[in-house]
């Protein structure tokens, strides 16, 4: 199979996943120079959970691999991915780090959870695609005869 870009043969109701997608890819597009080139509340963060320096890295290239595929045909594993990842940092949000690190005024943490909704979102509308696709085929064709024996 083919990969094939986010706006292959673009609809207006495909926006109903596309734009999910994209807040996705953006949000943790956007955290990854701060963890490859190692700035410091990055380093500060990974330091306080004790996954410096490698896990730095390890979770920029899994972010790195979800936003590839978050813009691609396979928008959904990218998305199982990010859940899994921001999940795992909310947790560390909850435990460790807290809400507001190094002074951001939550912002991290605001990202982190729209992530996880956009995230469950893109899957929750996979899935009702994909279900959807596989009982359009069902017709049902009600004599009146039945029908009135279901009402007996």
Excluded at 9 to 38: E, N, W
Excluded at 125 to 141: A, H, I, L, P
Aim: with cysteine; aromatic share 16%.
């Amino acid at each position: 199979m083919k990969l094939k870009p986010i706006f292959y043969r673009f609809q207006v109701k495909d926006l109903m996943h596309i734009i999910p997608r994209l807040i996705v890819a953006i949000i943790l597009a956007q955290t990854l120079p701060f963890k490859f080139s190692g700035a410091e509340e990055s380093i500060w963060i990974f330091e306080r959970i004790g996954w410096e320096p490698w896990g730095r890295y390890l979770i920029a290239s899994i972010e790195t691999v979800s936003t590839f595929l978050l813009l691609s045909n396979y928008y959904v594993f990218g998305a199982i991915i990010s859940l899994s990842i921001i999940s795992a940092a909310n947790f560390l949000h909850f435990t460790k780090l807290g809400f507001i690190v190094n002074d951001d005024g939550g912002t991290l943490f605001i990202m982190s959870i729209i992530v996880i909704f956009c995230s469950l979102w893109i899957v929750l509308y996979w899935n009702m695609k994909r279900v959807e696709s596989k009982t359009s085929n069902f017709e049902f064709d009600w004599d009146e005869d039945e029908e009135m024996l279901l009402n007996d």
